[in-house]
């Protein structure tokens, strides 16, 4: 089950805002808003629309934007022949966040 935590970037701050679903601040239906997807890596929690880096169980290495399909956590990667795959094929002690969609739109590109 998924966690009722979520983080929204705020423009005037120019920082994410956390909360639950106890405490929605009132400008949030104004922003990008992302859920936490239950998974910590190495490096931090990670959120939709985090962008990672991690190895499958396989030994192959990707990155890739987290994102929800079909009530999955899902990756969206840069590789032609594997363009979404499930989280539950990385080994969790590879994962590592290396951005955000909103703090870095250049690394979203790619992975589209």
């Known amino acids: 089950m998924l ?12 920082k994410w805002v956390f909360f639950n679903l106890n ?8 922003a990008e ?3 936490f997807i239950g998974v910590w890596a190495a490096n931090s929690d990670l959120y939709q ?5 991690g190895k499958t169980i396989e030994g192959k290495t990707y990155i890739g934007r987290l994102g929800f399909e079909d009530g999955c956590v899902v990756v969206y990667t840069t590789d032609y022949d594997a363009p979404c ?3 539950t094929i990385f080994e969790y002690n590879t994962i590592n966040k ?3 969609v909103l703090e870095n739109p250049e690394m979203i590109e790619e992975c589209e």
């Open 98 to 100: 290396i951005g955000t």
């Open 85 to 87: 795959l499930y989280l």
């Open 49 to 53: 629309n985090d962008i990672i880096k």
């Open 33 to 35: 808003i992302d859920q």
């Open 3 to 14: 966690s009722n935590m979520f983080r929204a970037w705020s423009i005037e701050k120019q």
């Open 23 to 30: 405490n929605i601040p009132t400008w949030v239906d104004q």
